[in-house]
C-alpha cells in the first residue's frame, strides 16, 4: 500500500459487476434502476475503494470511522453526512465531485435538484440546528464546483471551521453573521458575495439572527 497525495493507494484493480441485495442486476459503475442517493454514494464509495485495491479497514481507518458504518456506507443501508464524506474523498486523494462522477461514467448535460432531493447533512457532529445541502444530482455532478445550501439556526452553539485548497464564494440569502476567515471577521447580510481562499481556516463566528441561510460554492481550482 502506498500514499499519494494523503491518500490512499494500492494501484488498479478491475471492477466486476455484482447484483444489488434485491437481486437487481447491478452494473460495474454500480449504479441500478431506482437506486435511492445513498445506494448511489455507497457504490461510488465502493467503487472507489475496490480501484485503489484498499480494504474496509484500510479506508475506515484513515476516514476515522468504523468499519461496520463504512460498510453500511457502501450498501446503501445509511446515508453518508458531508463532513464524514469529505473525509473518505481525502482518503482516496479525490474531490466529492470527482468520486461521484467518476461512478457515473457518463458526461453531465443537465439535470435538477428538486426540493426534496439532494445529500443532507443534518448534523455536523451534534451541532444542532446545522444543515448543509449538496445542491448537485450525486449521480452526475457537473466538475469545477460544489455548490451547497447551508440553513443555521439557534439551537447550534458551535459552528464547524473547514480548510480546503480551493477558492469558496458564499452569498447571504437570509439573516445576518459574523463569519471568520483566518484571523479577521466579517459582517454578512442578505444580498453579500463574499469570495476568500479556502486555504484559510474559516467558518460561521457568530450568529446576529435567529436564521441565517446562505449559498456557498466551492470552486475546484486545483
Do not use: W
Request: aromatic share 6%.
Amino acid at each position: 500500500m502506498t500514499r499519494m497525495n494523503g491518500a490512499l493507494n494500492k494501484g488498479p484493480v478491475e471492477v466486476v459487476s455484482c447484483k444489488s441485495r434485491k437481486g437487481h442486476p447491478r452494473s460495474s459503475n454500480g449504479h441500478a434502476g431506482g437506486a435511492t442517493i445513498s445506494e448511489r454514494v455507497g457504490a461510488a464509495i465502493r467503487q472507489a475503494r475496490l480501484q485503489r485495491r484498499l480494504t474496509l479497514a484500510e479506508v475506515a481507518s484513515a476516514a476515522r470511522i468504523s468499519v461496520p458504518m463504512l460498510s453500511r456506507f457502501e450498501t446503501g443501508r445509511s446515508a453518508v453526512g458531508l463532513e464524514v464524506l469529505e473525509r473518505i474523498c481525502a482518503a482516496f486523494g479525490v474531490e466529492l465531485p470527482s468520486l461521484l462522477s467518476d461512478s457515473s461514467g457518463s458526461r453531465f448535460d443537465a439535470q435538477i435538484v428538486n426540493v426534496t432531493d439532494g445529500l443532507n447533512s443534518n448534523k455536523f457532529g451534534d451541532r444542532s440546528g446545522y444543515s448543509c445541502r449538496l445542491l448537485v444530482p450525486c449521480e452526475e455532478p457537473p466538475k469545477g464546483f460544489t455548490p451547497f445550501l447551508v440553513d443555521i439556526g439557534r439551537p447550534c452553539r458551535s459552528y464547524p471551521n473547514r480548510r480546503h485548497g480551493n477558492l469558496e464564494f458564499i452569498y447571504m440569502l437570509k439573516g445576518r453573521m459574523e463569519y471568520r476567515v483566518g484571523d479577521r471577521t466579517f459582517n454578512l447580510k442578505p444580498g453579500d458575495a463574499f469570495t476568500f481562499s479556502g486555504d484559510l481556516l474559516h467558518g460561521p463566528e457568530r450568529l446576529i439572527a435567529d436564521h441565517v441561510q446562505f449559498l456557498a460554492i466551492v470552486m475546484h481550482t486545483n
